[in-house]
């Protein structure tokens, strides 16, 4: 008993040592497994590989280890994630691992893998996922680090609920696979075994230039591969494809030869149930198929054999056929009889362009209506060559009574006879002759009611009737609800267009007494489109990220690029959303993905509006708008309640009434609910208006708050004349005056996209308008002024400058005074207003004591120059009667001396000496007549001068006071 006691504690703690070198053998490889996992996935993967982290375990396959890596996310070098992956789990020998030489990865399990790659019109991948597998599987595979090979042994590879997403954007093409679940077992590292395939998925679509051809397609295949492995030989033993009912058995063999393909297969169908083919048509699978009766016989089979290459397809052949089928649902009373199919689709191998499509028959009844279709066609890429012929009449209100399905009110009937035969070249180069085309469509009354419609769909009469030319649309009448329209015209090129996706070009001229565009659209509306995104902001529009690839739809307007119509509209009335339009002409060019207005013209918003410009959606840009625009006399409410642009830019509208007229050259693009980008609004215009009347806007309630008055509680406006641009998503308006209540006042500044604002508004106003807090202000300040000798009495307005920031509907007002820039408050404003007069009032003293003073001055200067003008004057005649006086003493002299000379000498020198007594009397009395001047002028310049003083005297004394 002791020895046994000994041995069961040994035993435990043998197997406790083994649990912990179990436990804590992972830890030790952690780094260097990580580190591997690191390596390997970058150098197989081409992008940016992530993830979260690493388990490892021994207990989980023991005695394998395992290594799962969780949440691994792929981008391509712009930054996509391509694949994001929720665990991958790799099963590798223990002991494998423990060695230098190789690693042996028994089993891969990939879950939840969502897989998104697009190639774009270049053929070249966006997102690029290229797995650098070994030519030969089974032999090592270096790596990067010319480390540890490789050897793949593996025995189960699987994908556990996959997403798929791809998508050729030149082929148009785009295919979503979901819930897809892969399995692959066998021996790969033997040079041949048997795989074990098993695939599944629930939804496959297949979109081919948007229409969707395979819908929730539900596919499995089942099968056992014998795998030569060493020379890449596949052959197809027990196998089954399932495509909703529709069974396939097909045997062959897939070779790789110089990487190429060389296939080699048959398929048919196990049964003959006419039932399986049925469920391959979405409607007819998705709602009562297991009640749906059948009779008939179905065949399917055909062929592929060759090689398949980039160049070059193999062989093929499609065989389908039906014979006096029939389908019916117990509980409805008609059915669908006499299902005649003949299908015959194959190639000979080589091109695509040996294809040759044969139906010789497809043909059924619905109750008593048959209908026919027979094609022939060759050489589909190169020219095609069809023979054509369909008829058949079709009573719309029939179906409800073979179909249960809910395909809502029908009614109405459409007859064909058409017959087109020849080549498409013979088209193109307009031999006529040589082809055959003729025949009409005609429907009548048809009527169509869903139950998701509020009006149904009524065309009266249409026909369209066929030549090798064109097709002639020569009569269309249509209503929904209270529109309708009325159009003809002719479609050119349209045989090119639908073989080889060429250019339709035609004419079409549209008549329409009313249209409420509304109502024509809602049988296309998708349901997501009803939600109203016109409130989201372009941030809010444009970073929703919460639609799936799935159900992600874009309400874009794509215009197609092998489109060239021109069309002109003519209606009465027209009503978009809000928007009315009267006597609306238009004349349209769709081309080169672009809708051009050459002319629009319409009574709207109670005025007139004229519009050129165009439309676009090119590549894979956003759409774009470029629109020259003139409303005139428009009801600025009216405009408001219609216009988005409007009521994003002219918040302050929704409070005003009036008419305004506008130039507006607009750009700008359009996100994909066809909302403007804000950012990208470009543009320029001129906005004016007679009057406008402004009630209870919150931009003018904040001034009245400010300044406790009502002066803005109500406006009513003088004209209006302003000059606006649109960049930055904002709009600036240019300063411009304008009459609010009377008062003049100047505006400029902006409003953004999302109605934030900066706006600075200047105006003088009366004093009797500023308030009663203003009013006792401005008494104080009147008051002080006098006491200070100022007379302010004279002060009847008063200088505002407003700073306005927030938004439109919670605008922020700050207080300036335009005199010395500041203030805070009505106070502040009218003590900067007083101080500002009291220095205006100081300088016009100033300037009119300066005025008296230089007037003063130019009274005496002329005074005292008058007084020397009579100083000048008096002295040259003083001067004159001097030079009398001196003449004459000299006249008389020499009449003394010449007198004397006649009695002798003795007389002559007592003359002389008389003489010159005489000549000094003259100069006597000459100096005193100058003296006498001399004392006169003396005495006219101090008076003069005396004036002159006292002028100036009085002109100080005066200014002095004025001062």
């Not at 490789?150 to 189960?156: E, V």
């Not at 399905?405 to 020849?422: Q, Y």
């Not at 050119?492 to 549209?510: F, R, T, W």
């Not at 080169?592 to 050129?612: F, H, V, W, Y």
Request: net charge negative.
């Amino acid at each position: 008993m002791k020895f046994l006691r000994w041995s069961l504690k040994i035993l435990g703690i043998f197997i406790l040592l083994i649990l912990i070198v179990l436990f804590v053998t992972p830890y030790f490889f952690k780094t260097e497994i990580t580190e591997f996992v690191k390596i390997e996935l970058n150098n197989n993967i081409e992008g940016q590989v992530d993830f979260e982290s690493v388990d490892i375990s021994l207990f989980r396959n023991f005695p394998d280890f395992s290594i799962r890596v969780n949440t691994i996310r792929v981008q391509d070098i712009k930054g996509k994630e391509i694949l994001n992956c929720q665990q991958l789990t790799v099963v590798v020998d223990l002991f494998a691992l423990m060695g230098d030489d190789i690693y042996e990865v028994k089993s891969i399990l990939v879950d939840h893998p969502v897989l998104t790659l697009t190639i774009d019109e270049a053929l070249v991948a966006e997102q690029d996922v290229e797995i650098h597998q070994s030519k030969e599987i089974g032999k090592p595979v270096k790596t990067s680090t010319a480390e540890a090979p490789i050897t793949l042994k593996i025995k189960r590879l699987a994908i556990r609920n996959a997403a798929i997403f791809y998508e050729d954007t030149q082929a148009g093409i785009r295919t979503e696979v979901h819930g897809l679940n892969f399995a692959l077992s066998g021996n790969l590292s033997e040079s041949r075994t048997t795989l074990f395939v098993d695939v599944s998925t629930p939804k496959l679509d297949f979109y081919n230039d948007g229409n969707k051809l395979l819908n929730n397609l539900a596919v499995t295949f089942t099968g056992n591969i014998d795998a030569d492995l060493k020379n890449e030989i596949y052959t197809f033993q027990k196998n089954e494809l399932l495509l909703n009912r529709l069974a396939l058995q097909f045997e062959g063999s897939v070779a790789m030869v110089n990487d190429d393909p060389n296939l080699m297969f048959t398929f048919k169908t196990p049964d003959n149930n006419f039932k399986q083919l049925l469920s391959l048509v979405p409607d007819l699978y998705a709602e009562h198929f297991s009640t749906l009766e059948t009779s008939g016989t179905f065949t399917l089979d055909g062929f592929v054999k060759g090689m398949y290459t980039e160049e070059s397809l193999p062989a093929f052949q499609l065989n389908v056929g039906a014979s006096d089928a029939m389908l019916s649902y117990p509980e409805m009373p008609g059915k669908l009889s006499d299902i005649q199919i003949d299908l015959s689709l194959k190639n000979t191998g080589g091109e695509v362009d040996a294809t040759v499509i044969d139906l010789k028959l497809l043909q059924a009844k619905l109750l008593q209506d048959p209908f026919s279709f027979k094609l022939y066609l060759t050489h589909p890429v190169s020219d095609p060559h069809m023979d054509a012929h369909a008829s058949g009449t079709l009573n719309l209100s029939n179906l409800s009574q073979v179909f249960p399905h809910d395909l809502g009110d029908l009614a109405g009937v459409l007859l064909l006879d058409m017959r087109l035969k020849g080549s498409l070249s013979a088209v193109e180069e307009k031999r006529y002759k040589d082809f055959l085309a003729m025949g009409s469509m005609v429907a009548k009354d048809l009527k169509y009611l869903d139950k998701g419609f509020s009006e149904a769909i009524h065309i009266s009469h249409a026909q369209l009737n066929f030549s090798p030319e064109h097709l002639d649309l020569s009569s269309f009448e249509f209503r929904v609800g209270q529109s309708q329209v009325s159009a003809t015209g002719r479609v050119q090129n349209y045989l090119a267009y639908y073989l080889k996706d060429d250019v339709l070009s035609g004419d079409l001229k549209i008549n329409s007494p009313y249209i409420k565009v509304n109502e024509l659209m809602e049988p296309w509306k998708s349901e997501e489109a009803d939600e109203s995104l016109e409130d989201k902001t372009e941030e809010e529009s444009e970073t929703d990220t919460s639609a799936k690839p799935e159900d992600s739809q874009s309400e874009v307007i794509e215009i197609p690029d092998n489109i060239n119509f021109k069309v002109s509209l003519q209606t009465d009335h027209l009503i978009y959303d809000s928007l009315e339009m009267k006597e609306l002409m238009a004349d349209l060019h769709i081309h080169d993905q672009r809708l051009e207005i050459n002319k629009l013209s319409a009574e709207i918003m109670g005025g007139k509006t004229e519009i050129k410009g165009f439309y676009a959606t090119p590549g894979n840009t956003d759409p774009q708008i470029d629109l020259q625009l003139m409303l005139k006399s428009v009801d600025i409410a009216q405009s408001y309640a219609s216009l988005v642009l409007f009521r994003q830019f002219v918040p302050m509208a929704a409070a005003a009434s009036g008419q305004l007229s506008m130039s507006l050259g607009l750009s700008t693009d359009l996100n994909q609910h066809m909302k403007p980008k804000w950012s990208s609004v470009a543009g320029h215009g001129r906005m004016r208006s007679k009057k406008l009347s402004i009630e209870q806007a919150e931009f003018f309630k904040a001034f009245n708050l400010v300044l406790n008055s009502e002066m803005f509680e109500n406006i009513h406006t003088g004209p209006i004349d302003v000059n606006f641009k649109l960049e930055d998503g904002k709009i600036h308006h240019k300063p411009f005056k304008v009459q609010l209540n009377g008062v003049e006042a100047e505006i400029a500044g902006w409003t953004s996209f999302d109605q934030q604002i900066d706006y600075s508004f200047n105006t003088e106003l009366p004093i009797e308008m500023a308030g009663d807090e203003a009013a006792s202000l401005i008494k104080h300040y009147i008051d002080e002024g006098n006491n200070l000798g100022f007379n302010l009495e004279s002060v009847k307005t008063i200088k505002l400058g407003f700073g306005v920031t927030g938004t439109a509907k919670k605008p922020k007002i700050k207080l300036l005074s335009t005199a010395k820039g500041s203030g805070t408050s009505i106070e502040k404003v009218l003590k900067d207003t007083y101080e500002e007069k009291k220095e205006e009032l100081l300088n016009t003293g100033k300037e009119e004591a300066a005025k008296i003073m230089a007037e003063a001055k130019a009274d005496a200067d002329a005074i005292i120059k008058e007084a020397q003008k009579q100083v000048d004057e008096l002295n040259r005649l003083a001067k004159l009667s001097a030079e009398d006086f001196k003449k004459e003493s000299q006249k008389q002299a020499d009449a003394l001396i010449a007198e004397a000379k006649k009695n002798g000498p003795v007389a002559a020198m007592v003359a002389k000496e008389a003489a010159k007594e005489l000549l000094k009397e003259g100069d006597k009395h000459a100096a005193e007549a100058v003296k006498r001047a001399a004392a006169e002028a003396d005495k006219i310049l101090k008076e003069a001068q005396k004036q002159a003083d006292q002028i100036m005297k009085d002109a100080e004394k005066k200014a002095k006071e004025i001062k």
